[in-house]
């Protein structure tokens, strides 16, 4: 077999065999394949795309690539939630401890951010004593006991899907329906996860910026989990604003617990419900969407989601008084209002610029070696379609700095207001099953 007629096979449209996929993954991953004839390659499938059987294929090689995780010692079935990212997404924070108090098995391996805020153990950390550094046996074993934890992304995984990224971002081959299908689910079911919700943002802040894209994307990956023996289900939601109000660690942590309280905003409230009845359905919690939901918002309201939460930052030596009093975390020093120019409607939220302001204040990473500053960060007092008088605060800029005149400016080039009313974006676009 050779690369070059893998290459002209697919470059000419037609799919290829698991063999010849196989033979590619192995062959690159191992160093016997050149980055000019792996791009090549990467650049054919961009142009001629994969069928539904070459996607699970090529997953599941990045799959078989390096480690996987058994969970099998953990009772019951395994839904992860995948998010193709955002600014504002509290979602993991408020789905681990909400979907877990319906005993539904969360075991949740997550990162570090790169960009915007930090990513979920970043969130978590701005509890004072929470920490992931905590062994396979120890994490099998809370999951098991309280239903939920959270450990960091540990192990040689999915190593095929990290060298062909590399490769895809220096050669205009990222924004591939295929390829990041594949990349994104490869680490899901090398995860060990039973089944997936996948969370697909659409618009300015998300990485697909169109609806139609999102949806391709979407169905790709549910087609790629469901082929391969995961059930897996996605929502398209709306990334067009930040999702909630906060954006920044500590601000992040302390809307997540408001939103178990039943106390969050509309937006993200909503989008958890939405995303924690497909975890409760897919773990055979409840049989319907609706039956779910309903369980859902009754442990929230009766303080069960909310204990959850803190038995989980408990027993990962995290300060559990953080539920009642919010000031166990930093706050910053500076708390800024950015006031509106004139008065009228909200009309646009730029999400991704407003995510740039907030890592200008030190919420995220620029690179790797930054440091984040849990502290700081935005909290949106107008959403879109909101009415504001001139001179009402638009958001509070929570700074360690007293000087953020370069932040206001950035805030200011990317909120709009119109004189016509508005209407609020639509949250759920779409959802993907099985059927």
Same mark, same amino acid.
């Given at each position: 077999? +050779? ?34 004839q ?7 499938? *961009?142009?001629?795309d ?16 390096? $480690? ?30 909400? #979907? ?5 098995? #969360?075991?949740k ?18 509890? /004072?004593?929470f ?7 120890? *994490?099998?074993?809370? #999951? ?9 992304q ?33 680490k899901?079911?090398? &995860?060990?996860?039973? =089944? ?7 618009? =300015? ?8 894209d ?8 549910? =087609? ?6 995961? @059930? ?5 939601? $709306?990334m ?13 942590? @302390? ?9 969050? /905003? ?18 055979? !919690? ?5 039956? &779910?939901?309903? %369980? ?8 069960? =989601? ?7 930052? %408990? ?10 009093? /919010? ?12 006031? &509106? ?23 995220? +990473? ?15 007092? !107008?959403?879109?379609?909101d ?17 953020v ?29 099985? !059927?």
């Open positions: 077999m +050779r690369m070059y007629d893998i290459i002209a096979k697919k470059r000419d449209g037609q799919a290829l065999t698991s063999e010849e996929i196989t033979f590619f993954i192995e062959g690159y991953t191992n160093g016997d394949i050149p980055d000019y792996a791009s090549a390659l990467c650049m054919a499938i *961009f142009f001629q994969m069928n539904d059987e070459e996607r699970a294929n090529m997953t599941m090689e990045m799959v078989k690539s390096g $480690d996987t995780i058994d969970l099998s010692a953990i009772e019951g079935i395994k839904v992860d939630k995948h998010s193709t990212g955002g600014v504002g997404d509290t979602t993991t924070l408020i789905l681990g401890p909400l #979907v877990a108090s319906l005993d539904v098995p #969360v075991a391996m997550s990162g570090r951010g790169l960009g915007h805020t930090g990513g979920t153990i970043d969130k978590l950390e701005a509890v /004072p004593g920490h992931v550094e905590i062994d396979k046996s120890e *994490f099998i074993e809370l #999951v098991n006991k309280n239903k939920v934890s959270v450990i960091g540990t192990g040689n995984l999915t190593p095929a899907d990290k060298k062909l990224y590399g490769l895809r971002d220096v050669t205009a081959t990222v924004n591939s329906i295929p390829l990041i299908a594949s990349s994104i689910m490869s899901k079911i090398a &995860a060990g996860a039973d =089944a997936i919700v996948l969370d697909v943002k659409t618009g =300015a802040g998300a990485f697909m910026k169109s609806l139609e999102s949806k391709a994307l979407a169905e790709a990956m549910v =087609a790629i989990g469901n082929h391969v023996g995961r @059930n897996t289900m996605a929502v398209i939601s $709306d067009s604003q930040p999702l909630g109000r906060a954006i920044g660690n500590a601000l992040e942590v @302390n809307e997540a617990i408001e939103t178990l309280k039943g106390n969050g /905003p509309d937006d993200l409230t909503e989008l958890c419900l939405t995303l924690g009845s497909q975890m409760v359905v897919l773990a055979g !919690k409840a049989a319907t969407l609706d039956e &779910a939901r309903e %369980k859902l918002q009754e442990n929230m309201e009766n303080g069960k =989601a909310l204990e959850k939460f803190a038995t989980f930052l %408990k027993s990962q030596g995290g300060d559990e008084r953080v539920v009642k009093d /919010p000031s166990v975390m930093k706050e910053a020093s500076y708390k800024i209002e950015l006031e &509106a120019k004139e008065a009228g409607f909200v009309e646009e939220i730029v999400a991704d610029e407003l995510g740039t302001a907030a890592m200008m204040l030190g919420a995220g +990473r620029a690179t790797k070696e930054s440091e984040i500053d849990l502290a700081v960060g935005l909290y949106l007092n !107008k959403k879109v379609g009415y504001v008088e001139a001179g009402e605060s638009l958001l509070t800029i929570h700074a360690n700095q007293e000087d005149e370069d932040v206001k400016q950035k805030l200011y080039e990317n909120i709009t207001i119109s004189k016509n009313k508005v209407e609020a974006p639509t949250l759920i676009h779409d959802m993907v099953t099985e !059927k």
